[in-house]
């Protein structure tokens, strides 16, 4: 649980509210005990004042969908699609995990969120291990609702092969009795399907069943890719979202990430049925998969929210890359006007809450909401000169993660002009660089990768302190957090 019992006052900042009243005002804003008591306060003392002129303050951005188990392999499956991404190196890496390494993973891409000003992450891990990413939430002190990826079924093509059905959910059940609600609510479970394509129908019963039973989030792919969308449509004869839906598994508790190559029927079906989606522009984009029809689902009242995605088909968490990617790959066919700053700045702030069912705990600067909050510097060379520029505009369109000063979870600070409180940079990237070695030495060909030029870093023995024994958490936080 974050160290909250204390206050904080955050003076003289420009409140991004995202509140249903859309305010934006000078002022400051209270925090005590975790949460969020006064938006406009008068205070002039607390345990802790951060003056904040020259600063937009606005909630945490809101990830609903990423990989914190493949951050371990960014920039080692570029320039090809989906298919050959999958078969050739992410499903051989995320084979080889062991807790360690997924340990690490995790702590990676932890860092890398809070430290761009995400606060919150709906996260599919792999099949195994699962509980090195919990280890990393609880102990960084990072939001995040995560899950193991259910699948029972061998893909061809991408030569994916998962548990037994039993298995499978037994490994769901068991992570929601050890993890769920840990950390006063930071960590959360959910049942992840990877997709339509790797569930056999009992896998898929079972996992929807134990999602009712348990008031939990579903967290799915869906219509990723065209090739893999249209074999499922000639073995099956139904769509991504047709198959879901006949299993029973659309409902308001359903976020699906992708979702590009849907039928008009299937649109109407996520409609209907409160079904959420979360979109992933830099990843879609980069993989070739295609384009998200978002304008036209928002106009039609769909609920789309914003995910980085795995770092390799990124290959960066960064919420400020989806944001602008997300308004401008839309307007050359929907208009300059569609996908405008505040809608894509909501997708990312409140939108995502909602797709999570937790838009009254975080999302917006609200009294009585958990203390999720970012600060974000307006004095940089490159989004100057601020007077006059519209701040829902300059933080989609101009500002960048470098822009983050503060970045508050559950109302502990735990990045603050560019530095972690918790996190020690230098281990956690050494002990990244160990566990990726060893993890490759675990591979058929990563051997070869491992020969390669670009793996010279990972011998560099100024950085693999702290490598040589096992992961344990205390490895990457620093001392001042004990």
């Not at 951005?61 to 699609?81: E, S, W, Y």
């Not at 008031?215 to 000639?234: C, D, M, W």
């Not at 998200?292 to 990124?314: H, R, T």
């Amino acid at each position: 649980m974050g160290q909250q019992s204390g206050s904080i006052l955050i003076k003289n900042g420009l409140l991004v509210t995202m509140d249903q009243q859309k305010r934006v005002f000078y002022g400051s804003l209270y925090i005590e005990d975790g949460l969020l008591h006064e938006v406009g306060s008068q205070r002039e003392q607390a345990d802790e004042v951060i003056d904040a002129e020259n600063m937009a303050v606005l909630p945490g951005f809101i990830q609903t969908h990423i990989h914190l188990c493949q951050v371990l392999f960014r920039g080692l499956a570029d320039d090809t699609d989906v298919v050959d991404w999958l078969k050739q190196r992410i499903w051989p890496f995320e084979s080889a995990h062991v807790e360690d390494s997924i340990n690490a993973s995790a702590w990676l891409g932890i860092a890398e969120l809070v430290g761009s000003g995400t606060t919150t992450a709906l996260s599919m891990e792999t099949t195994r291990h699962t509980d090195g990413v919990c280890d990393a939430v609880l102990a960084s002190g990072f939001r995040c609702i995560c899950g193991n990826a259910m699948m029972d079924v061998t893909e061809p093509g991408t030569e994916m092969r998962g548990l037994s059905a039993e298995d499978s959910i037994a490994e769901t059940r068991r992570l929601h009795r050890l993890w769920h609600e840990k950390g006063g609510g930071l960590l959360k479970t959910a049942v992840m399907p990877r997709g339509a394509r790797n569930c056999s129908p009992a896998l898929v019963e079972m996992g929807r069943r134990f999602a009712i039973d348990n008031g939990l989030i579903v967290h799915t792919h869906v219509s990723e890719n065209g090739p893999l969308s249209a074999r499922l449509k000639r073995e099956t004869g139904l769509g991504d979202i047709e198959l879901l839906d006949r299993q029973g598994l659309c409902g308001e508790n359903l976020v699906v990430a992708h979702a590009i190559h849907m039928t008009n029927e299937e649109t109407r079906t996520v409609l209907e049925k409160g079904v959420k989606i979360a979109h992933c522009p830099s990843a879609n984009m980069k993989l070739a998969s295609g384009f998200c029809a978002v304008p036209e689902m928002l106009e039609k009242g769909i609920f789309v929210s914003l995910g980085a995605d795995g770092a390799p088909c990124n290959n960066n968490l960064d919420m400020f890359n989806e944001m602008r990617l997300a308004s401008l790959i839309h307007k050359p066919r929907s208009g300059p006007v569609s996908m405008d700053a505040y809608t894509v700045l909501e997708m990312a702030t409140i939108g995502g809450a909602r797709a999570l069912g937790i838009d009254s705990e975080v999302g917006s600067l609200e009294p009585g909401k958990k203390a999720d909050v970012i600060l974000l510097r307006r004095d940089g060379l490159h989004t100057g000169p601020s007077l006059c520029a519209p701040i829902h505009s300059q933080i989609v369109y101009s500002m960048k993660s470098c822009d983050v000063d503060t970045t508050i979870i559950d109302g502990e600070i735990l990045y603050r002009h560019g530095k972690f409180t918790r996190i020690d940079e230098k281990k956690l990237l050494a002990a990244a660089a160990g566990q990726l070695e060893k993890l490759l030495a675990r591979v058929p060909f990563g051997r070869r990768l491992l020969n390669s030029s670009a793996c010279d870093i990972l011998r560099d023995n100024d950085n693999r302190i702290g490598c040589e024994n096992g992961l344990s958490q205390s490895h990457f936080m620093r001392e001042s957090a004990f």
